[in-house]
């Protein structure tokens, strides 16, 4: 079997997605389930539902190739012009597209240890040598990152705000990371939580786009609401999306999805509404882990990193007892951390009132005999 599948791919761990709800109800034979696990945005656009209505009937065509529309109206939107963005069926697709245009098979991927799992998984699926970096308290270490590129270095992902530890890097420590990069090292800042941070200091990466080999990665699928669509983006100067173009597969977006984004971009109301439930709801937890003593890293995303106190795959398959669906951390090596999405009041509730019980069970807190203080 070995002989007739390639090393990339007979030796690598694949992406593990959240738990589907359906999937849980079967095995568990729940009604009712809430998923918390895979940092969608627990709303959907009123606007986007018509939008999609109206498209339904062409979905016996292909869709428009290059996202012409599409393209225009973001473009106008983010004060760009049309050739300095490329649609992708989500972000995931792009880091691929990114991958196969600007490194060879002799160079070098380099981003931070517990990180967004696919630069790793897409790079080595398309046989390029990885290298990570330690974090630091949670946070990637620009600076140490900085220090192990070389020759070989082409490419380097920063997630910013990082999942799954929800940490960022601020504009200072972005601006001395750029100054003096080597010319042929092309950085991608994957900014897929944008909407969410709520910090004066977050770098505004776009002033970067046209004094260096930057991309910027963004999404519809967080605060748009658009997961199930799969649609994302890359903003950089117009030679990079150029050639970038010429590794992207045809009709790659759908109709559906463009029709969508399309409505998305407009429904300003929505996003707000989506933002303001997530910063509100994010306290209301905090509250409770601290109340707990529960040790959690603070978050600038729609999702809390957390110190469960007891081997994460434990409590994971308890929580899904309680129609629960939250994210275990193993494949990340974080034995005894979950990572919770931030939903609706109700959802949130629930997702308290299971983790408290979980945790209890046997009169222990999480953080018995240990200290508790949240990570800053």
Known sequence: MKTKITKNIF?????????????????????????????ENPL???RVKNALKSALGRIN?????????LKEKLAKELRLKPANIIFGNGSDELIDVIVKTFVEKDEEVLTSQLTFLE??????????????????NFKYDLKGIKNKINRKTKVVFVANPNN?????????????????????VVVIFDEAYNEFVDAND??????????KNVIILRTFSKIY????????????KEGFISFMEKARPPFNVNSLAQAAAFAAISDKEFVLKSRKLVLNEKKYI???????GINYIPSQANFILFDAGKNTISVFKEMLKYGVIVRDMKQYGLDTFIRVTIGKPAENKRFIEALKRVLLKKGLTPCANRNCASVV
Do not use: W
Request: hydrophobic share 35%; aromatic share 12%; with cysteine.
């Open 11 to 39: 030796d690598l761990t694949p992406y593990q997605a959240g738990k589907p709800i359906e999937e849980v109800k079967r095995e568990l034979g729940l009604k009712e389930v809430i998923k918390l696990a895979s940092n």
């Open 44 to 46: 959907v656009s009123v």
């Open 61 to 69: 065509r292909y869709p428009e190739g290059s996202c012409f529309y």
């Open 119 to 136: 630069y790793e998984i897409i790079s080595k699926v398309n046989g390029r040598k990885v290298v990570t970096v330690p974090q630091h």
């Open 164 to 184: 799954p530890t929800g940490t960022y890097v601020n504009d200072r420590e972005v601006m001395d990371f750029l100054d003096g990069l080597p010319p042929n």
């Open 202 to 211: 977050f770098p505004n990466t776009r002033g970067y786009l046209n004094k």
């Open 225 to 236: 609401g658009l997961a199930g669509l799969r649609i994302g983006y890359a903003i950089a």
């Open 286 to 292: 905090y509250k409770f882990f601290d109340e707990m």
